[in-house]
């Protein structure tokens, strides 16, 4: 079977996407803030260099992709070239963290590896925001897509929330610990109680995929590795379950001394 068939696409809005690649470099000029970009797998005219010049310095993710992938988001002449944008600004950790010092505040930040599916981040993404968590960190890549269905899944969440995105999370994770937080790996890998960790210090609690884990090169990252109790059959909770366990750790261990 032709594997272009299997390709299943839900079509965006038009509103959340732009074709062409004029149209696209005059949107990242504009300072439009874009999630990712499909690319025609052959492009290489001078405005498609142009357009991956454009791109050098920023976090949105490129995918070279066949012209019958494109085809299936739009029936319009898109020149090889989409850009879906992102509903929210990307927020830069470096930035958050010097300001959360200065007003005083005991940082906090859930960091998601290879979490894609958009119901799992808009649930997570939902429980962050009523515990006071400061910001989501996500990957460029291998990442869930910021676009409608995330909004709607957080229910408003992510219009208060703010996103980070990184080329290299590996390297993020190492800022973190440079910056004073202890980085806390969710595992299986470890016998060690989630309760059993001081979590009143500046911290980011690292989520990995359901299907995969946490990166092996970023749980090296990690200073601290916990894992949730199973008493029955079923080996792991669902990754927003699973985050929302500790993120509530956090709040009642913070409450418990008038930590903020």
């Given at each position: 079977m032709?594997k272009?068939?299997n390709?299943?696409?839900r079509?965006?809005?038009e509103?959340e996407?732009?074709?062409?690649?004029?149209?696209?470099?005059?949107?990242?000029?504009?300072g439009k803030?874009i999630?990712?970009?499909?690319?025609?797998?052959d492009?290489?005219s001078q405005?498609?260099?142009e357009?991956l010049?454009?791109?050098?310095?920023t976090?949105?993710?490129?995918q070279?992709v066949?012209?019958?992938k494109?085809?299936?988001?739009t029936?319009?002449?898109?020149?090889?070239v989409?850009?879906?944008?992102?509903p929210v600004?990307?927020?830069?950790?470096?930035?958050?963290?010097?300001m959360?010092?200065?007003?005083?505040?005991?940082p906090?930040?859930?960091v998601?590896d290879?979490?894609?599916d958009?119901?799992?981040?808009g649930?997570?993404?939902?429980?962050?925001?009523?515990?006071g968590?400061h910001a989501?960190?996500?990957?460029?890549?291998g990442?869930v897509?910021?676009n409608?269905?995330?909004?709607?899944?957080?229910v408003?969440a992510l219009h208060?929330?703010?996103?980070c995105k990184?080329?290299?999370?590996?390297?993020?994770?190492?800022?973190?610990k440079e910056?004073?937080?202890?980085?806390?790996a969710?595992?299986?890998?470890?016998?060690?109680?989630?309760?059993?960790?001081?979590?009143?210090?500046?911290?980011?609690i690292?989520?990995g995929?359901?299907?995969k884990?946490i990166?092996?090169a970023?749980?090296?990252?990690c200073t601290?590795?916990?894992c949730?109790p199973?008493?029955g059959?079923?080996e792991?909770l669902?990754?927003s379950?699973a985050?929302?366990?500790l993120i509530?750790?956090v709040?009642?261990?913070?409450?418990?001394?008038?930590?903020?």
């Open positions: 032709d272009i068939a390709y299943k696409t079509r965006p809005k509103s996407m732009i074709f062409g690649l004029h149209a696209v470099i005059e949107a990242i000029d504009a803030t999630d990712k970009i499909l690319l025609r797998r492009m290489s405005l498609g260099r357009l010049t454009r791109l050098k310095d976090t949105t993710a490129v070279r066949p012209v019958e494109l085809n299936q988001y029936d319009k002449n898109h020149q090889g989409i850009a879906f944008l992102s600004e990307f927020y830069r950790v470096e930035d958050l963290i010097p959360l010092y200065e007003e005083g505040k005991t906090f930040f859930v998601l290879g979490v894609t958009v119901r799992n981040f649930a997570i993404a939902r429980t962050c925001a009523c515990a968590v989501i960190i996500i990957g460029t890549h990442s897509p910021i409608g269905d995330a909004m709607k899944t957080s408003g208060t929330l703010p996103v990184t080329d290299n999370l590996q390297a993020t994770l190492r800022y973190l910056s004073g937080l202890s980085v806390i969710a595992t299986e890998h470890t016998d060690r109680l989630y309760t059993g960790v001081d979590m009143t210090q500046p911290l980011a690292v989520m995929s359901e299907e884990g990166y092996p970023n749980l090296d990252e601290e590795r916990v949730i199973m008493a059959i079923i792991s669902n990754v379950v985050a929302g366990v509530y750790e709040v009642r261990q913070r409450s418990a001394i008038g930590s903020h």
